[in-house]
């Protein structure tokens, strides 16, 4: 199995998450102020979707990264191999994408301050500790059902917009241009958040329910309740940042693993 993809994966995932670094700390309220936990994380679950990604593509076409310019695979190998990447970067995100909830959701200060509650995580490595104590190791994999939903048809998509993009200003058999590459993988990000949002906000909700006291009896109980209570515009909360997020994040995601990939040969 070639290994290069992971790492490059890795190392794209790394770039894009320090380019999103001011998005995400508008909206995780200063879970990412530290940049290590996300870079151990985050930029390893890119590495296993650009890297499954890749091998798939290579089961289904028997092409290696280099040789598909030549050997174009078809739409529905991309979307397939996408939505194997999705699906299990989806298992190896799930407690990391917990903990980022949970905090995101805190609303007491983490540090204890004169006359205020003391936080009840005080930071992702407490945060995983406690829930794995009050709930075990299915605590930490809540929600990764919805996660799973989210990312395997939207990753598939993710893949097919950028390579559908870079064929339209590529002549054949060549390389896309490294502008190409950016508005490919930019456009790419945000295609992909609009698709993933719905279902981005029962997967927070659903795993925020084991902190509350609100229980939903599944993922179809939490969509009709939130849609009942706070009308459709509910699955699209988040979508504009998402999309102002993903377009730089993935303008350089792809650039430096495209990049990476060719400097290797
Ligand atoms: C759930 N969705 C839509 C995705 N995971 N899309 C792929 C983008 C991945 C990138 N690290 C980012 O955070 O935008």
């Given amino acids: 199995m ?66 598909r310019r030549a050997q174009p695979p ?10 194997t990447g999705g699906f299990l970067q989806a298992y190896c995100l799930a407690p990391f994408d917990l903990i980022k909830v949970r905090l995101q959701n805190q609303t007491e200060p983490r540090a204890k301050q004169p006359g205020s509650p003391p936080p009840r995580y005080r930071g992702p490595v407490h945060c995983a500790a406690s829930i794995f104590q009050a709930e075990g190791t299915r605590g930490l994999f809540r929600g990764a059902w919805a996660l799973t939903l989210r990312d395997t048809p939207t990753l598939g998509i ?38 993933a949002t719905p279902l981005d906000v029962i997967k927070s909700r659903m795993q925020m329910a084991g902190l509350k006291q609100r229980a939903y009896g599944g993922l179809l109980d939490c969509m009709v309740s939130s849609a009942r209570q706070e009308g459709l515009g509910v699955f ?30």
């Fill in 74 to 83: 078809s739409y529905t190998h991309v979307f397939v191999a996408g939505c």
């Fill in 2 to 67: 070639p290994a290069e993809e992971f790492v490059a994966g890795w190392i794209s995932g790394a770039l894009g998450l320090v380019l999103g670094h001011p998005f995400d700390t508008v909206k995780l309220l200063g879970f990412f102020k530290g940049m290590s936990f996300p870079i151990a994380s985050i930029a390893v679950v890119n590495s296993v979707l650009f890297g499954v990604y890749s091998n798939a593509l290579l089961v289904l076409t028997a092409t290696s990264h280099q040789e």
């Fill in 236 to 265: 699209f909360r988040g979508l504009i940042i998402n999309s102002a997020r993903a377009f730089p994040v993935n303008a350089v995601t792809f650039l430096s693993y495209e990049y990476l990939l060719l400097s290797w040969g």
């Fill in 158 to 195: 993710y893949f097919v917009t950028y390579e559908w993009l870079c064929r339209q200003f590529t002549p054949d058999g060549q390389n896309p241009s490294s502008g190409t590459v950016l508005v490919a993988g930019g456009f790419a990000g945000i295609t992909s958040w609009v698709a």
